[in-house]
């Protein structure tokens, strides 16, 4: 990754600071945008260079990725990695009010898709680039958050990395998604964990082959594996990295 340019979306904490870093300790230079503001000082003492930007603003969005090809004249890696249920607990599904629904859909989905016209558009005028989506097991099946908004947006972050994966081959642009397991990362996924209890927990970590939870190296290095060369013949896929459940 040696003078990559690569963009991270929700470089604040959890995913996209280890994410970061791990470009950064290959040689990448990384721009991140966040909205939480110690964390953006956090990202920033790690050697990113960070802007804040509200990604629910989809013009401000393309704005961040149009602000760093003209510092840096390319782009190489974009990472949608931002999303998360934005604190929201599981509710019946008919007390979900619109706002809420829309909410999740704004950071998840939306954003990736803005970030994404943006690079897309440099990527092909540089002959190629790479595009990694954070999407989660709930691209897969139903969410253990229960949130029903979260499960059904990343389901769309899938179809949205295979669609662009066949519409931007041909520009040499690869587009995968990386479906993370139950990782820690703030305190969203904290009360998470404390909700199931030590048999909850047990039995989750039963039901993985490497009888541990992830950690958010672990994402890392698999979007780093997505974005280098050593990829090259790779696109359109999503890669669990969940330790085997």
């Known amino acids: 990754m040696s003078e990559r340019i690569v963009a991270v979306s929700g470089v604040g904490s959890g995913f996209g600071r280890a994410i970061a870093a791990a470009f950064i300790s290959d040689g990448a230079r990384v721009f991140g945008c966040d909205v939480d503001h110690a964390g953006l000082a ?23 990725i149009a602000n760093i090809v003209a ?70 099946k139903a969410s253990l958050t229960g949130v029903q908004a979260y499960c059904a947006a990343k389901h769309a972050m899938l179809g949205l990395t295979r669609q662009l994966a066949q519409e931007f081959g041909t520009a040499g642009i690869r587009v995968n998604a990386v479906a993370p397991g139950f990782v820690i990362t703030n305190e969203a996924t904290q009360a998470q964990w404390h909700s199931y209890g030590e048999a909850g927990q047990a039995a989750l970590i039963g039901r993985t082959a490497l009888r541990r939870l992830g950690k958010p190296e672990d994402i890392a290095q698999a979007v780093l594996f997505l974005s280098s060369k050593n990829a090259n013949f790779i696109t359109g896929q999503i890669l669990s990295v969940d330790g085997g459940q």
């Open 42 to 64: 956090a990202a920033q003492a790690c050697g990113v260079e960070v802007a804040s930007v509200d990604l629910s603003d989809r013009q401000g969005a393309r704005g961040w």
């Open 71 to 140: 510092n840096t004249g390319r782009l190489d890696v974009l990472v949608n990695n931002a999303g998360g249920v934005l604190g929201q607990a599981h509710r019946p599904f008919p007390e979900v009010e619109d706002a809420d629904w829309d909410a999740i859909f704004a950071v998840n989905v939306h954003a990736a898709a803005a970030l994404s016209q943006a690079a897309v558009a440099r990527m092909a005028l540089a002959g190629g680039g790479a595009i990694v989506n954070i999407a989660s097991g709930a691209s897969l």
